[in-house]
């Protein structure tokens, strides 16, 4: 079976939209923070994107706007700045950004399905080094659900490669997240087999600068991963 990878920022950007604004007004810090966003996210998500010539889908709003990393009925689908709108406007950041993304990336991923493919599905985010005062005790997460073989022995194969062309970074299987919480990924495995389909997300530090040398080799390793996935026929 033909193996390709897409890539997808779901925490790309603060951005909102004119028409929102007045939500965050004063809270600029806020919302330019690790809670609007996934600062670095989107370097990575577009160097991966590139060199691996495949496929890039990018969230255009904050998520503190509307979370597009989790699912309708979520309580954390609309944030504290969000959660007030009437339903006509939730309807309308609904349909205007979330399923217009979240759609686009179960349309491609089902159109290499019916070909016969396997997808591997890198969603790339970055977390905050300290949460709630507690320091995080890893650099690298890559988050999966241990019960698809699939990912659960690519993930293992990962781990030992990035920790071992990357000792300096503490590189963490289902950490700080675990890769079955709510999220695009888990959504997308109740959709397509574990044959077809490998949701996996991708969690650096955002304290690791874009311009550091570390940065870059996570970078190459990442591409050089992705790269022996699809040159290996399943
Ligand atoms: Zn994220």
């Not at 994107?49 to 699912?71: D, P, Y």
């Not at 550091?212 to 050089?224: E, G, I, K, N, Q």
């Amino acid at each position: 079976m033909k193996r390709e990878v897409i890539i997808s920022s779901e925490h790309a950007t603060c951005d909102v939209p004119s028409a929102f604004k007045a939500l965050f007004r004063g809270q600029g810090d806020v919302l330019r923070s690790h809670r609007g966003y996934d600062p670095h996210s989107i370097d990575m998500a577009t160097a991966l994107a590139t060199r691996l010539n495949c496929k890039l889908f990018q969230g255009s709003v904050s998520r503190l706007l509307v979370e597009l990393n989790r699912s309708l009925g979520h309580k954390a689908l609309f944030s504290e700045f969000s959660r007030s709108l009437s339903e006509m406007h939730k309807t309308k950041l609904l349909n205007d950004y979330y399923f217009p993304y979240r759609d686009a990336i179960e349309r491609e991923i089902r159109a290499r399905v019916q070909k016969r493919r396997t997808v591997l599905h890198l969603s790339v985010h970055t977390f905050t080094p300290i949460l709630d005062g507690k320091p995080r005790i890893a650099d690298v997460g890559l988050l999966f659900d241990p019960s698809r073989e699939q990912e659960a022995v690519l993930m293992r194969t990962w781990q030992r490669v990035i920790s071992k062309q990357l000792p300096e970074l503490r590189t963490r299987r289902n950490y700080p997240y675990h890769g079955r919480s709510d999220g695009l990924t888990t959504a997308l495995r109740l959709k397509f087999p574990d044959a077809n389909y490998l949701g996996i997300e991708i969690e650096v530090r955002n304290s690791l600068s874009p311009s550091s040398a570390t940065w870059r080799a996570l970078a190459d390793v990442f591409v050089r991963l992705a790269n022996e996935f699809c040159g290996s026929n399943g």
